[in-house]
C-alpha cells in the first residue's frame, strides 16, 4: 500500500502523513499567493477556505517579518519553514513509523 501512496519502503504511516500533510499545506500556501496576486474575491468560498487553511501558519511569520515594500514574503518565509520542519521530522522518524 505505501508503494501506492509513494512512500518510500519500510516507512509507514506517519511518514506519509507527514509527507503529504505538509506537503499540501506548502500547496494551499501557494495557491492563496496566486489567488491574491490575481485579485480574486475574498468572499469566494474557496479563497476563505485557504485563508482558514493557511493564516495560522502565514499569521505569526507575517507579525516578525516586515513587508519589503509592497512585496509580502511572509508566504516564503513559511513555505521554507513548513519544509524544514517536514525534513526534521521525518528524518527523526524511527523505520516503519
Not at 495557491?31 to 505569526?60: C, H, K, M, Q, Y
Not at 515594500?69 to 517536514?86: A, H, K, P, Y
Amino acid at each position: 500500500m505505501s508503494m501506492l501512496l509513494g512512500i518510500p519502503p519500510g516507512h509507514g504511516i506517519v511518514y506519509g502523513l507527514i509527507l503529504y500533510g505538509v506537503g499540501i499545506l506548502i500547496l494551499a500556501i501557494f495557491v492563496r499567493v496566486i489567488a491574491s496576486w490575481a485579485g480574486l474575491d475574498e468572499r469566494n468560498g474557496f479563497i476563505r477556505f485557504l485563508a482558514r487553511l493557511t493564516d495560522p501558519f502565514l499569521e505569526p511569520v507575517r507579525r516578525i517579518v516586515r513587508r519589503a515594500g509592497v512585496i509580502d514574503i511572509s508566504f516564503l518565509v513559511s513555505s521554507f519553514l513548513l519544509g524544514t520542519l517536514q525534513v526534521l521530522l521525518l528524518q527523526s522518524l524511527p523505520r516503519g513509523w
